[in-house]
């Protein structure tokens, strides 16, 4: 196992995560402890021993059953991560009650690791407004030993990512981002690597094969993974891209099955750091799969729209619905925007087109996007 230091721990650089935990009958609620146990115990005896859960997970059940397993091992075997849920922002102002809660859940005494859970368009002005408290409790709960070590997760913007550690930088020890081939441009995840590596605070990665899309290729992907890299699997690529960026400490994987663990462990047992080379033709790669409109963002559209709309930014939540099928990550840009800059605000006037280098049929596509999203 290939380890990292991070302040005074050494940190295996391959983190067990337990959103994807095996269940019972396809039933979210109903983890297979028995399950869950070989794979941990594999997992510990082989070198891995960062584990990471959240209030969240699996209706709830994640911090549960992770308690109960991780109290048959000795607790300096493992460190345990968690996070305050504050994706649901009616969990606001309620800091105080959900912690002590999972203390309970996870059967210890501290939390390792603890995050400030997915800062995001949808929750960013709870988590800034002082009325709440949410990091300034957090913080008290460090002080007193029960966090020993603070950061926090994101799936925001740069500018909202930014706003959050403007804020909050000098006390977070540690910054979880989606990180990926495909989302190092695609949701500009490269901005948030640079500031966070300018900065000397180290990234943890989430969805390293983003929700599984990244260990299915396509025919054609995958002759193009073997251009590369021949005799790479897609998701020893995948690893291989982020244990090769500045800055990444731990990676996170939603362990599922054993075979999962046993494939993930051994990929992480050696380092075979990606060239620049292969860098480059990867993320050309990402890209190719990503743009279903190759828009370059020379916002000239934006100039002549007369409804003010973000068109690159419309674009580029079109391209992602294109590929995902829409998910969070859509859901959450346009429920923060006001209706107004909506793509079905765009009234089809043709002004963006007259303007546009790369002969985009702006109109077209706003049209099929609200389609899409029906």
């Known amino acids: ?46 070198g891995v021993n960062y584990f990471d859960t959240a209030w969240g997970y699996h209706m709830g059940q994640s911090e549960i059953v992770m308690g109960k397993v991780l109290s048959r091992f000795p607790r300096e075997k493992y460190y345990l991560a968690t996070k305050f849920p504050g994706y649901d922002v009616n969990n606001m ?28 368009e949808a929750n960013i002005e709870y988590y800034l407004d002082p009325q709440y408290q949410t990091v300034e409790y957090l913080l008290e709960m460090k002080r007193q030993g029960k966090i020993k070590h603070l950061g926090f997760s994101t799936h925001a913007d740069f500018n909202n990512f930014k706003r959050f550690m403007d804020k909050y930088k000098e006390h977070m020890e540690f910054c979880q981002i989606q990180l990926n081939y495909l989302d190092y441009d695609f949701q500009n995840a490269r901005a948030k690597v640079e500031y966070l590596n300018e900065r000397n605070i180290p990234i943890w990665v989430m969805e390293p094969i983003r929700g599984g899309r990244l260990a299915k290729l396509s025919e054609g992907e995958q002759g193009k993974i073997n251009q590369i890299r021949p005799g790479a699997s897609p998701v020893e690529m995948a690893f291989r891209f982020v244990q090769s960026v500045d800055g990444v400490l731990v990676t996170l994987f939603g362990m599922s099955d054993m075979e999962q663990v046993k494939e993930n462990i051994s990929t992480f047992s050696k380092k075979a750091p990606l060239d620049k080379a292969e860098m480059d033709a990867l993320l050309s790669l990402g890209y190719e799969m990503t743009m279903s409109v190759q828009c370059t963002a020379c916002r000239y559209c934006t100039e002549y729209c007369p409804e003010g709309l973000d068109i690159p930014l419309l674009i580029s939540l079109y391209n992602e619905q294109v590929f995902s099928g829409g998910g969070f990550v859509v859901s959450m840009r346009l429920g923060s ?34 389609e899409r999203r029906k």
């Open 1 to 46: 196992m290939i380890y990292k230091n991070f302040k005074e721990l050494r940190i295996s650089t391959l983190g067990f995560g337990t959103m994807r935990l095996p269940t019972i009958d396809g039933d979210n609620s109903k983890i297979d402890e028995g399950r869950v146990y070989e794979m941990v115990e594999y997992a510990i005896n082989n």
């Open 93 to 120: 102002g309620k800091v105080r009650e959900i912690f002590q809660r999972q203390l309970e859940k996870c059967q210890v005494d501290y939390f390792d690791f603890y995050l400030v859970h997915n800062v995001c």
């Open 337 to 370: 925007m006001d209706k107004t800059q909506h793509p079905s605000a765009c009234i089809a006037c043709g002004a963006c087109m007259s303007v546009c280098p790369q002969n985009i049929k702006i109109p077209e596509i706003f049209k099929d996007f609200v």
